[in-house]
């Protein structure tokens, strides 16, 4: 109890973990950065030790190459660059992202570009590339053919140039991203909008999320299932055994990329699976749900609990403490859990189709932190 009387916050620490903040480069700089010194080594006869490429958002940039090496007999250039991704927790980071240059002889002024080995392979609609194409999006598309033809000078004149960027073990890199989910097989997407990576940023997620939309829309697809991690959308597929995996995205902490896609594309039912924490905060109308955006609702919670007739000491202590969990676990020995998710859970698709309107019906899963079914709450319970 504090001084007042009224009972001390139970707080995880006051001190926010430190973060660092340094930039690194996206696959696509990296890419565009290789393909442009095999190019030089290819005009010059010797790939150059560092090389300056022009990024995504018209900076210049110089870059470090590795295994730079020219095959004349094949009019052939090698070159890679590790990726660098700062302060950024990427699954790509440490990447070998390397271009081989090859003349097309009676080409003049073609540039193909192709994907080797660890890109992944577009496998269905609805990526904005070619089916049976190589993962590279198309902005680092642009700016690897960009820097390849600002290098290459004369060889244009009478010849074309084929570039493939291939990267050494992608397609064990892929299996800790969603490619795989978005039909991209074989290896890694070449991403990057801006050719910077921004520690902690988010667009890369966010844009998988939106991809992931408009891949199940591709299919055919009406129900969508929004889960928050990798915990729920197992629940969520139990729960929904009917449904074909393209329906089911991560969402994670992305709300808002989640539904106004799903909006956008005329999603006709919606389901969200998720637990206690992030259920609050989609109560609270956030369209980022990650813990550094903002805090839980204390008074949310307390109120709920309210509600379902829990007793006034408790709703004092979940209203003074730190985390959502807190208020499940103490309610569930009461035996109020199922009452309690019900509560949040329409108080959230109250919030989410108040935020997101569209012609759609949203339902609502709620599971326990080890992934146990409590409750489902359908589109007309809540509203």
């Known amino acids: 109890m504090s001084d007042t ?23 696509g700089a990296c890419a565009a950065a290789a393909a442009r010194a095999a190019t030089l080594g290819l005009l010059n006869g010797e790939v150059p030790e560092k090389v300056v490429s022009r990024l995504p958002n018209g900076h210049d940039q110089a870059f470090a190459v590795i295994d730079g090496r020219v095959e004349e007999s094949a009019a052939l250039a090698h070159a890679a660059i590790v990726k660098d991704a700062g302060d950024d927790p990427d699954a790509t980071h440490g990447a070998h992202l390397t271009a081989d240059v090859r003349l097309l002889p009676h080409c003049a002024g073609e540039v193909v570009l192709k994907g080797g080995a660890g890109v992944g392979v577009v496998t269905k609609s609805g990526l904005g590339l070619e089916v049976g194409g190589p993962a590279i999006n198309p902005v680092p598309r642009r700016n690897i053919v960009d820097n390849v033809r600002a290098a ?25 991203t969603l490619n795989a989910r978005l039909g991209i097989l074989g290896g ?7 050719g910077i990576v921004r520690p902690y940023s988010t667009a890369a997620f966010r844009a998988s999320v939106v991809q992931a939309v408009d891949v199940a829309v591709n299919q055919g697809q009406t129900h969508l299932v929004f889960t928050t991690g990798g915990r729920t959308e197992k629940f969520a597929m139990r729960q929904l055994p009917e449904l074909d995996e393209s329906c089911f995205v991560q969402m994670g902490d992305f709300v808002k990329a989640a539904f106004s896609s799903a909006v956008k594309r005329r999603a006709t039912q919606i389901t969200v699976g998720a637990m206690v924490g992030k259920l609050t905060k989609m109560c609270q109308g956030l369209s980022v749900t990650h813990a550094w955006k903002a805090e839980i609702d204390r008074d949310l919670l307390a109120e709920s609990a309210e509600e379902i007739g829990a007793p ?72």
């Open 188 to 194: 890694i997407s070449i991403l990057g909008t801006t």
């Open 5 to 27: 009387g009224a009972p001390a916050k139970v707080r995880k620490g006051d001190a926010r973990r430190a973060r660092g903040n340094r930039t690194g480069f996206t696959t």
């Open 312 to 383: 006034a000491d408790l709703i004092a202590e979940i209203r003074a403490a730190e985390t959502a969990r807190f208020a499940a676990e103490r309610l569930a020995l009461l035996g109020l859990a199922e009452a309690f998710h019900r509560r949040l859970a329409i108080k959230a698709i109250r919030s989410l189709t108040r935020h997101y309107p569209g012609d759609y019906r949203l339902n609502i899963l709620v599971c326990d932190f080890e992934g146990r079914f409590i409750c489902r709450v359908e589109h007309d319970e809540a509203l």
């Open 152 to 176: 290459a000078g004369e060889l244009l004149e009478h010849d074309g140039l084929e570039v493939t960027i291939s990267v050494p073990g992608g397609e064990e890199m892929a299996k800790k």
